[in-house]
C-alpha cells in the first residue's frame, strides 16, 4: 500500500523532485518519439527548432556541454532554424536524472551520447520535413568530443549505418581515433584553452584516417574554453570560459559556411 501511495502521489504531483528520482533513467541509448520531441523550451528529452517555410529542410543535431542545457545552446538553436535547418536539440542528461558532467565527463560517456546524436538523426528521418540525407551534428565541449565520436565508423560503440553529411565540434575533447572518418568536420578551438588543450586535437586530426573525408581545424589565438559564450571570461569548474568576441564571430561564420556548403550544397 506504501508504494501505491507513492506512485499515485507522483501521478497527482509528476514534476516534482520525488517524482523525478521515480523515472529510471536509461540504460542505454535514448529514444525519440512523439513523445520524448517537444517544442522550444519544452524541457523535453529533445526539442525541436523549424525554420519558417514549408521545407523540406536539411538538420542539425545539437548537443550542448558538460554543464547541460541553458541559454546558450538554445541560442544556437534558434540561430540554426533562422539559417533554414530543422535543428533537434538532444538532453543527454536530464533524461538520465543528472544536470552536469563537468570534470565527470565519462559518468554520460560521449560514445552512449554519440549513440544519442545517432538515435535523433533517425528519428528527423521520419519526418516529412527533413531532407533525411542532408543531417548535421554540432556540439560543444563534452557535445564536441561526443561529435568526434560520432563521425567515426566505430567509436561510438556501434557500427554507424547512416553517418552525418556534416560536423562541427566547438572546442571539443580529442582522444585518439579507433576507426575511419566518416564525415567532413570542422573543428573549432582556441590555444588558451586549459581544459580541452588545442594539442590534443590536433593530434586527433593527424592520427585519424580520413577515408576522402576532411578536418578543418581552426584555431583563435588566444581564445579560451567557451569563446563563443555570452559572458566575459571567468572561472568555471576549475578552467577559465568565457567569451572571445572576434574569435566568436568567426566561428559563426564558419559554421553557417560549412553547413551551408555541405548541406545546401553552396
Known sequence: MPNFRRMLS?????????????VPAPSG????????????GSLAPAELYRPAGPGPFPAVILLHGCDGIGAHYRTWARRLADWGYVALQVDSFGPRNLKSVCNRGREVPPE????DALAAADYLRTLPDVQPNLIGVIGFSHGGWTVLKSVLAEDAGIKVNR??????????????PRSNLLTDTLILIGDADDWTPVK????????VTKDNHTVEMIVY???????DAERPVHAFAGHMVGRDP??????IMRTQAFFEHHLKGQ
Open 246 to 251: 572576434a574569435a566568436a564571430e568567426d566561428a
Open 200 to 207: 590534443q586535437c590536433d593530434r586527433w586530426r593527424n592520427a
Open 10 to 22: 507522483c501521478l497527482l504531483i509528476s514534476f516534482s523532485a520525488a517524482c523525478t528520482q521515480m
Open 221 to 227: 589565438h588566444g581564445a579560451a574554453h567557451g569563446f
Open 163 to 176: 553517418p552525418f553529411a556534416a560536423a562541427v565540434a566547438f572546442y571539443p575533447g580529442c582522444e585518439i
Open 29 to 40: 541509448p535514448l529514444a525519440f518519439n512523439s513523445t520524448t520531441v517537444g517544442p522550444p
Open 112 to 115: 552512449l551520447r554519440a549513440q
